[in-house]
């Protein structure tokens, strides 16, 4: 299954693709004067292995009944708007260690962003004044179904929720202005996801799926996650060793090589306004953001 949360004449909406549609879980769906408006409402209320399955069957049973949210009369929200965490793993496929002439770890490299670095699909993201540097990352994204605490790998991906499609929008001159990949990691829009979470049982095997990414319709990167050096169930298990994982937590898994910083000198042509970059992952979509001009903000 397929879910997104939209937003239809200012009312946020969980959504379903339901064949080459969209339609809308009514408000009300729940009961008990609990509204449904978006993936997190059931989540938290229903996680894996407490309730969610057995809502999960009703939702894709009962969307055959709902009605179509009509193209152009609705916009995407982030899959995940109020994560806990939003996790990062950086340097996980061997090209982009390579290209960006680092070293690879004997454990996952991990960062995090903020929560205001949250960007939906076809949102546009202003360029901030404070970077000449800005570089793309196309990533596979996992979402968490329930509490995930000191898991093994092989136990790890039954607590996932499903997966979705993300850029790691980077600050290559502000990510290295220290030790610390925070700054370039976290500005405004910075971690554009979606515009789906499509269920794990529907992605089947995480490692078996195409990532590519476009600039202005020309192929940047384009990889499988099979090349990842650390795997998404050995992402979640040693990540679960540090610090527990909730329902609706994201992790960015990494990135494939054809970044911007990888290519020589002369070649780095960063991001700039007017650029459309858009992700496509297997079976989970295409995520599409606009690069504009930042303007100030009181």
Known sequence: MKLANIVVNGEPTLAIQRGQDLVQVPRDYEGAGRP????????HRHPLGSGWEEVSALLSRDA??????????????????RPQKIICVGLNYGAHVAETKSHASEQPVLFSK??????????????????????????????????CHEVNAARALASVLGYTTGNDVSARDLQHRSGQW???????????VGPFCTTAEEVGDPQRLRIALT???????????????????????????LFTLE???????GTPNGVIAGMPPE?????????????????????????IASTPRA
Not at 64 to 81: D, L
Not at 119 to 143: G, K, N, S
């Open 36 to 43: 449904v408006t978006s993936l997190e409402d059931v989540l």
């Open 64 to 81: 055959q009944t709902f009605s179509v949210a009509e193209p152009g009369t609705f916009a995407w929200r982030p899959i995940v708007e």
């Open 114 to 147: 903020f929560s205001n670095a949250l960007a939906a699909a076809e949102q546009d993201i202003p360029i901030p004044t404070a970077t000449r540097r800005l570089d793309y990352e196309a990533e596979l994204v996992i979402v968490m179904g329930q509490r």
């Open 182 to 192: 925070l700054i370039g990691k976290s500005l405004d829009g910075f971690a554009p």
């Open 215 to 241: 600039r202005n319709g020309h192929t940047c990167q384009e990889a499988n996650t099979s090349d990842m050096i650390f795997s998404c169930a050995e992402i979640v298990a040693y990540c679960s060793t």
């Open 247 to 253: 329902p609706g937590d994201i992790i960015f898994t």
């Open 267 to 291: 070649e780095q042509h960063w991001l700039a306004p007017g650029d459309e970059i858009a992700v496509t992952i297997e079976k989970l979509g295409t995520l599409t953001n606009r690069f």
